[in-house]
Each structure stands twice: as structure tokens, then as C-alpha cells.
């Protein structure tokens, strides 16, 4: 808000929202002050990804759910910091001894943005639509262990699992949202993919779609969080282009941008109207994933010497210039279930690279072909596989690269069609969802690494039942320990979640769930 | 002429429907199934494989192209995209007058700049003016769209706030503030067509002056205006053919130049729709694309037996 516009409408509202923000402890003193001063304004976020869809239960772009996020909310969710915490919930669930049962106590007075009122009821019907199978909705295999969803009072509900699963929790926040009971039934067929206007409880309200350019969503006046979000409207720019994303961040036409090139980012950073931040995500991990049924990667001793040949620390400083955290096992380095003396036996030493390949049957040296995506997916992987490639020819491994666009590249790794990749995955930020995913039979990348070791699937599920984790570190640092054995995958690192954005903006900072997090921003 | 123009529309008939076989044979012989992109990495096989029956996509191709092509001819109903779950139709009638616009815009500015500069060239051969000419069109045709447009965006608009690096600003914001949102886009596409066009009015006009009508012309003491006239009149056949196919590449072009500059017009569409796997719409804007190349051919044959009606009886 420039001196010009300043109204007594807008100084009412601004002081109401400075208010609001002081109730609930959601901006410091300066957010408030600046909200008081600030009110309103139009947040423009640009990002590399194309939208396919809004719908929450089908949402599979991590970029774009800095969208859908703002739309529907989740019982718990992640925060910026990587901490669980209650959304919709009053407080964190009441689990039984058994780890089967979790109640939840929900907040009073939140409402959809249609003015319906949110309650058991609409949290039953949510789930029991997203695990109904007649509704194919994407996000259901992660939550199938629900066995049952019991409303218990009008804002209290409780779930049943078919066995204990822990990790369901911090699912929520990425492929779970609550919507009106009764929404889906007589809906028009794209209401939820294209917006869904007022059937989210979140701090903005879809507002429009123009396809190949941007989604725009305004307040929710009726947010129960008083106070948030500080801006009016938000928009939220699609730029493919790193060169396009870059201009529009230097002249203003965006206030806060994602996934910077590498190349620019310091630059950006010290640009004057400009400021940058980057922090580890927790579960994105760059890897080197192998087929342990086919040769020659069926070596066990093959595979640790990849893994050991690989130089970490030279691919993050090289090419990610530190946007990517080095780490040989599945846990970055700021995570509690990092293991650093896992990360040391699978980590980089050429002396050894040369041993375990001396020990395995392909000691003359192998031949390897490795599918890397044609665009970036969260990462770009192209450079870094090249790197990867001269170090693999250093032990006297001959990688070829094979350039193929995402999608199929996905499809033919589910089948089981490329025997090594490189490429990025992210997970909700906790340690079990891409370790089931890909190294557990049964599940939608098995066949990317074929691996199938009982007593690791035993490990898994025991820790699945615990929830403590003082308990849960001596688990996973055994689960590291027999990965580092059987080196299934070579990890690379973990990305980081990067951002740059103007001075006018405070109060954001980069999630290490990597989506965007608008809510807390202010604008001057 | 009639004739000429009747022949031609039956020509094109034929051609779109053979050009929309082509296509829709060949886009759903590319690797991967939009139910991927649909339904995501936690889908299962049996998932994607309902997805194809819902959909049709487990049908003869053929079959799906009768459908498909019947509903335009129908109705100019181009189906529903299966990734976005939108109506293609509509975003079409979104996206075709923002690239037409931009492929308009640069072609009348390639137009405009290698005429006068074709005929500058030819009429002072070896001059300084012809040297100049022939650099930029050795620049024209060397310097790559997608360069020259990231040294647009990094200098006029992100050094020097010339121009907006990107993005469309429709009419209703200001006519000024329109013009200026296409006026990179439009001059990185039109540039290349500048140096093809010029070279080709001024060997034209070469070629032309040494005919013997034009020796009589200048006989009989006809002003050199009304000689350039009768000249151009002839050397300009093969420049409108070459201008109409220019037309249409513009098209294909304009992909690169709408990236870069986040338009959201029909290329941009296109390549987001390559992407997503989105045959629908790849389809569409292909067989839309395919139309105003066969459009623009006609234009330019009727134009030609306008200029030269020898061609036209001949046709």
C-alpha cells in the first residue's frame, strides 16, 4: 500500500488483521506492525511446474500445492520447520497402546469458505471418499491402512488402522485436505481439479484458473485463523522457463520465486530489492536408483562400489553450488534419523570404490546404462549425472546417460523398464514413505530396485508401531545399517528448498517441505 | 479465379483430414499414457488401465479418430483434455488470438522492414546499403530465436525497463501497455523472416531487371518508380510464396518465443500439453496449426494469380 491508498477502510481492516495476528502469536512484533501498515496487496508467487490438478486427494505436484494448500487444510500438518503440528485438530490425536486407534478433538468454529461448518462428520466423509476405490483417487494407497473412520461427536472423530502406522500422520499434510460432506455427489466432474470454490476451510478462496499463465486465489474472509494471510489475493504464476523466472523476479513482476537456478542463486541473493534463503528439505533425495535383479547391478559389492565412487561433495558444490546436502544413505544431514556412521561406510572413497569392484564379479570394469529425465523434476539431474558418469569411469565402470522425457521415464520405471536412474523424489518429510515405496515389495517403484529383504520390510513395520523417537532412532540407524549393507540405491544428497524474493515482502521463509508457504507473508 | 480458389479448398479438405490422421496415429504411438500424469506415481496398473477404458484410449485408433474428427467437423468440439478435465474448445478460443496476434505482429514487421530493404539492397547493388542489408540478414538468420530472446529479456527489459520480460497484457489494460508486452516476442520471431525475405525480394528484383520487358520499359522512358512498380509486381512471386510458408513456420516458432516469454497463447499450450501427455489438445492446436498453414498457401496463391494472373490460368 502506497501513501496514496491508504483508506480507512484499509487502516480498519489492516488493524483488525494486526489484531487477529497478535491473538494467535502468528507474526512478531515487526510482521504485525508491518501488516497494520500493509494490509491487503497481491502476493505473486512464480514457479517452474504446470498445474494439472487442485483436487487435494489427486494432488501430485509438489510445486503447485503452494496452491491447493491454501484451499483445503488437513488435520495436521507439517509446518515450515518440518514439525507436526495440529491444523484443523484442537491438539495432536490420542493413540492407543496398541497403535491402532487415533482421536482427534477438532477445532470449533472453522467453516468451509461457503459458510458450511466444518465438523466430524466432514472429516468422515473425506476420508471415506478418498479410500472409497470407486473413486480412483491417487492418494489413496498411502492412506489404505485405514481400516475404519468413526465420528464419535460432532467435533471429535477417531480412526481405525488395520495395523499400526505411524507415518500416516505426516501424509496428511501433502495428499489428504477435508472437504464438505456431501460435496462430491451432484458436483459438476472438474469442480474439485478446477478450484472447488468454497469447499476448502483454508486461508484463500479459489478465484480464477487461466490455463498456461497463472491460478489466482483471494482472502478467505472466514478463515478461522484470524489475521491470516495479511495479503488480499494471491497469485500464483506458472514459469517453466529458469531465464523467464529469473527477469520476472529482477523486475518485480513476481515477489517470491522457486527453485532458482543454482547458477544465479547467489547472485540473487546480494541483487539490491532482493533477498534469498535456502534450507535442507527433508525428504527429497537425489539417488542413483539400481535394479538389484539385473546384472550388474544382481552384485552386491557392484553396487557399494557405485555408491562408494560417487563423490558427493563435489556434485553439491559443482553443480548444485550447495543447493543440494551430500549424503550417501536415505536421511539428510539435518534429519533425526541421519546416521552418520551409515553415511561413512557408504560414502565416497575411491580406494574402496576400487576394492568392492576388485570383489565383485565385474573387477575388469562393467558396462551401465542410466535414464535421467529429459526435464527437471524439483532438481535438474542432468549435470550431476554427467559428474556421476566421470566418476564412475574413474573404477572403471562405463556409464552411458539415456535422456528420456519424465512421465514415460516414470511409467517405465514402475514396470520395471530401466535397470539405473537418477532422478529426484520428495517425500512428506518423515522417513518411511520413500523407503516403502521404493525398496518394499508390493509397492508402486519396487520393480525401480527389485530389492526385497525380509528383515528390512520387519524393520519397516516395527517402526511403524512406535511413535517416540528417542525409540525410534537406535530402529532407524539398524534400517541404515543393512541399506549400507546391501547398498540397493546410492544416494546422492538432499535437496534444499530455495527461494528468492523481493524486500517487499517479510515474514516468508523457505519450507523444508520445499512447497511454498505464503501464509505468514506480509507486504510492504 | 474461382476456379483456383475452389480447387485449392478441396485440396486442403483432403490434406487436413490426411494431416489430422497422421497426427492422431502418430501422438498416441508416443510412449506413455496421460493416466500417469492423471492419476500419479502411487497409481497402480490396474488404476491406469481403468483410466484407458473410462476414456476411450483402449479403442482403435482409428475409431478414436472418427470421433474426434467428426465432433469438429460437427461442432468445432475438440473433446475434453483428459489431464486439465477442461473443454478444450474454450481454452483454444483463450490461447489461438494471443499467438495469432503475436504471429501477425511479426509478420507484418518482417514484411514491412525486408521489402523496402530488399529493394534498397537491389536497386544499389554493391552500395553501402546492400553490405548493410546483407548483415542483417547473415545476423537474421544466424542468431537463434531463443538467444535472442533471452538478450531481449536480459537487456531491454531486465537492464533497461523497456519492456516487460515477459507475459500478456490483454487490450482491456491498455493499448499501450499490449503493444508493449509483444514487442519483444514479436520482434525476436519476426527478426529471422527479415533476412529471408529481403534476400529473397532483392534477387527477385535482380532477376527481373535483366528481362527484356523491363529493358523496353526503360526504352520508352518510363519513370523508375513506375519500372520498380512493374518489377516488383513480378519479382514479389516468389516472396509471397516464400512469405505464406514463413507464415505458417511462425506458427511453430512462436513455441519457443511464448515459452520464453510466458505468453499464454496456442504454442505455449502446445508445449504444455506435450509435456502433460495431453493428446487432446497437442491434436487440436496441431490441426489448428495445420489450417493456417494450408490458409495462408491459399492466400498466397490467390495473391500470386493476382500479381502474375498467368499463374492463375495455368493453376
Redo the contacts between chains.
Keep these: 500500500m502506497t501513501p496514496s491508498n491508504i483508506s480507512r477502510r484499509n487502516l480498519i481492516r489492516a488493524a483488525t488483521l494486526g489484531g487477529g495476528a497478535i491473538a494467535l502469536g502468528q507474526l512478531g512484533a515487526a510482521g504485525i506492525a508491518r501488516a497494520a501498515a500493509a494490509a491487503g496487496g497481491t502476493l505473486t508467487v512464480g514457479i517452474p511446474g504446470v498445474p494439472i490438478t487442485l483436487d487435494p486427494v489427486n494432488q501430485i505436484n509438489h510445486d503447485w500445492m503452494v496452491a491447493s494448500q491454501m484451499i483445503f487444510e488437513n488435520l495436521i500438518e507439517f509446518d515450515d520447520d518440518g514439525v507436526l503440528k495440529p491444523q484443523l485438530a484442537k491438539a495432536m490425536p490420542t493413540v492407543s497402546a496398541d497403535g491402532l486407534t487415533y482421536e482427534f478433538d477438532l477445532r470449533e468454529n472453522v467453516t468451509f469458505s461457503n459458510g458450511q461448518p466444518f465438523g466430524a462428520e466432514d472429516v468422515k466423509y473425506s476420508f471415506d471418499w478418498l479410500l472409497d476405490p470407486a473413486n480412483k483417487a491417487a492418494r489413496r494407497p498411502v492412506f489404505t491402512r485405514i481400516k475404519e473412520v468413526t465420528v464419535l461427536a460432532p467435533l471429535k472423530v477417531r480412526f481405525l488402522l488395520s495395523e499400526p502406522y505411524a507415518p500416516w500422520l505426516a501424509f496428511m499434510t501433502k495428499c489428504m485436505g477435508i472437504f464438505p460432506r456431501g460435496s462430491r455427489e451432484g458436483a459438476a466432474p472438474d469442480l474439485f481439479r478446477n478450484g472447488a470454490k468454497g469447499m476448502g476451510t483454508g486461508p484463500a478462496v479459489f478465484e480464477e484458473w487461466r490455463q498456461n499463465e497463472y491460478i489466482s486465489l483471494t482472502r478467505n474472509p472466514t478463515y478461522w485463523n484470524k489475521g491470516i494471510p495479511a495479503w488480499e489475493r494471491l497469485v500464483v504464476r506458472q514459469l517453466p522457463e529458469d531465464a523467464t523466472r529469473v527477469a520476472y523476479i529482477r523486475t518485480g513482476q513476481i515477489d517470491i520465486m522457486s527453485s532458482p537456478p543454482p547458477r544465479d542463486f547467489e547472485q540473487l541473493k546480494v541483487t539490491p530489492g532482493l533477498e534469498g534463503a535456502s534450507r535442507p528439505t527433508l525428504g527429497g533425495w537425489v539417488a542413483l536408483y539400481m535394479d538389484n535383479t539385473k546384472p550388474p547391478y544382481d552384485d552386491v559389492n557392484f553396487r557399494r562400489a557405485v555408491s562408494c565412487a560417487i563423490d558427493r561433495a563435489a556434485i553439491a558444490d559443482k553443480v548444485y553450488r550447495g543447493l543440494m546436502d551430500p549424503s550417501a544413505i536415505s536421511a539428510p544431514k539435518s534429519a533425526w534419523w541421519y546416521d552418520a556412521a551409515a553415511d561413512r561406510a557408504s560414502g565416497f572413497d575411491l580406494e574402496r570404490a576400487k576394492a568392492y569392484l576388485a570383489k565383485s564379479r565385474y573387477a575388469t570394469g562393467a558396462q551401465m546404462e542410466i535414464t535421467i529425465p529429459s526435464t527437471p523434476y524439483l532438481l535438474d539431474c542432468r549435470d550431476a549425472a554427467l559428474v556421476v558418469q566421470a566418476h564412475l569411469k574413474r573404477i572403471g565402470i562405463d556409464a552411458k546417460l539415456k535422456v528420456i522425457e519424465f512421465a514415460p521415464m516414470l511409467q517405465s520405471l514402475i514396470r520395471g523398464g530401466e535397470p539405473a536412474s537418477m532422478w529426484v523424489q520428495m517425500s512428506p518429510g518423515e522417513p518411511t514413505y520413500l523407503l516403502q515405496n521404493v525398496l518394499t515389495p508390493g509397492q508402486i517403484m519396487s520393480k525401480s530396485t527389485s530389492y526385497d529383504n525380509p528383515a528390512f520390510v520387519a524393520l519397516l513395520k516395527q517402526s511403524f508401531a512406535e511413535t517416540d523417537q528417542e525409540k525410534l532412532k537406535p530402529l532407524y540407524a539398524r534400517v541404515h545399517a543393512l541399506l549400507a549393507e546391501d547398498q540397493p540405491i546410492a544416494w546422492i544428497g538432499f535437496a534444499h528448498a530455495a527461494n528468492v524474493w523481493r524486500k517487499r515482502v517479510h515474514d516468508f521463509k523457505p519450507n523444508q517441505g520445499l512447497t511454498i508457504d505464503p501464509r505468514p507473508v506480509t507486504l510492504t | 479465379m474461382l476456379r483456383l480458389i475452389l480447387d485449392r479448398v478441396l485440396f486442403s479438405i483432403v490434406t487436413v483430414l490426411a494431416v489430422g490422421l497422421c497426427l492422431f496415429v502418430l501422438t498416441r504411438s508416443?510412449?506413455?499414457?496421460p493416466a500417469?500424469?492423471?492419476?500419479?506415481?502411487?497409481?497402480?496398473?490396474a488404476?491406469i488401465a481403468?483410466?484407458d477404458v473410462d476414456h476411450g484410449l483402449d479403442r482403435p485408433v482409428l475409431v478414436q479418430y472418427g470421433k474426434w474428427i467428426w465432433g469438429i467437423a460437427g461442432g468445432l468440439d475438440f473433446g475434453t483434455s483428459l489431464?486439465?478435465?477442461?473443454a478444450i474448445g474454450p481454452?483454444l478460443r483463450?490461447?489461438l488470438p494471443i499467438t495469432l496476434e503475436l504471429v501477425l505482429l511479426a509478420f507484418a514487421f518482417a514484411v514491412i522492414v525486408a521489402i523496402p530493404l530488399g529493394v534498397l539492397s537491389a536497386c544499389y547493388r554493391g552500395s553501402v546499403v546492400d553490405h548493410a542489408s546483407r548483415i542483417v540478414a547473415v545476423l537474421g538468420v544466424s542468431i537463434p530465436g531463443f538467444w535472442l530472446g533471452?538478450m531481449l529479456?536480459?537487456f531491454p527489459?531486465?537492464e533497461f525497463?523497456w519492456f516487460?520480460?515477459?507475459?500478456?497484457v490483454p487490450w482491456s489494460d491498455g493499448a499501450m501497455e499490449h503493444l508493449r508486452s509483444l514487442a519483444m516476442p514479436a520482434f525476436a520471431l519476426g527478426v529471422y523472416y527479415i533476412a529471408i525475405l529481403s534476400r529473397m525480394t532483392r534477387s527477385g528484383l535482380i532477376d527481373v531487371s535483366g528481362l527484356d520487358y523491363m529493358r523496353t520499359a526503360r526504352a520508352m522512358g518510363l519513370s523508375r518508380g513506375r519500372i520498380l512498380l512493374y518489377a516488383l509486381k513480378n519479382a514479389l512471386v516468389p516472396v509471397v510464396s516464400v512469405g505464406a510458408m514463413s507464415f505458417g513456420y511462425m506458427f511453430g516458432w512462436a513455441l519457443i518465443i511464448e515459452?520464453?516469454?510466458?505468453l499464454?497463447?496456442m504454442s505455449?499450450?502446445l508445449l504444455?500439453a506435450i509435456?502433460?501427455?495431453d493428446y487432446d489438445t497437442v491434436e487440436a492446436v496441431v490441426l489448428i496449426f495445420t489450417v493456417f498453414f494450408i490458409v495462408s498457401n491459399i492466400a498466397a496463391d490467390i495473391i500470386n494469380a493476382w500479381l502474375n494472373p498467368r499463374l492463375g490460368a495455368t493453376a
Design positions: 508416443i510412449a506413455g499414457t500417469r500424469i492423471v492419476l500419479g506415481t502411487d497409481a497402480t496398473e488404476q481403468q483410466f489431464v486439465s478435465g477442461r481454452d483463450d490461447s533471452l529479456i536480459r527489459a531486465v525497463g516487460p520480460p515477459g507475459g500478456f515459452y520464453l516469454f510466458n499464454p497463447g505455449n499450450a504444455t509435456n502433460n501427455r
